[in-house]
């Protein structure tokens, strides 16, 4: 059986970018210029990875003038959580079960 773990989340947090990306905005709501002076990254590379976060439903946009802000969906990470907590629980459940070899 396989995990039910979001695959496609997880490809999305998996680049170094976006997860500290995703770590500033678990701090606060930040614009795209906020983010390139945190990150160091190029404009056109951050909103790149910030396009692969909203699409994967892990940030929110918030327009404001003629900025975005983008914000964590805390729900969508806590859920990713919950699926690997579920892994780890049934890890342990089965920790004592091994199949035979043929």
């Known amino acids: 059986m396989m995990p039910s773990v979001d695959a496609d989340l997880i490809r999305a947090l998996a680049d170094p970018l976006r997860l500290q990306i995703v770590a500033l905005l678990a701090h606060e709501t930040?614009?795209?210029?906020h983010l390139v002076e945190e990150?160091?990254?190029?404009?056109?590379?951050l909103s790149n990875h910030l396009k692969v976060l909203r699409e994967a439903g892990v940030v929110d946009t918030e327009p404001c003038?003629?900025?975005?802000?983008?914000?964590l969906r805390p729900d969508v990470v806590a859920s990713l959580?919950?699926?690997f907590a579920d892994l780890a629980e049934r890890a342990r459940t089965a920790a004592d079960n091994k199949r035979a070899c043929p």
């Open 30 to 33: 930040l614009c795209t210029t």
């Open 81 to 83: 959580a919950g699926q």
């Open 39 to 45: 990150t160091g990254a190029k404009q056109t590379n």
């Open 65 to 71: 003038g003629r900025f975005t802000y983008y914000k």
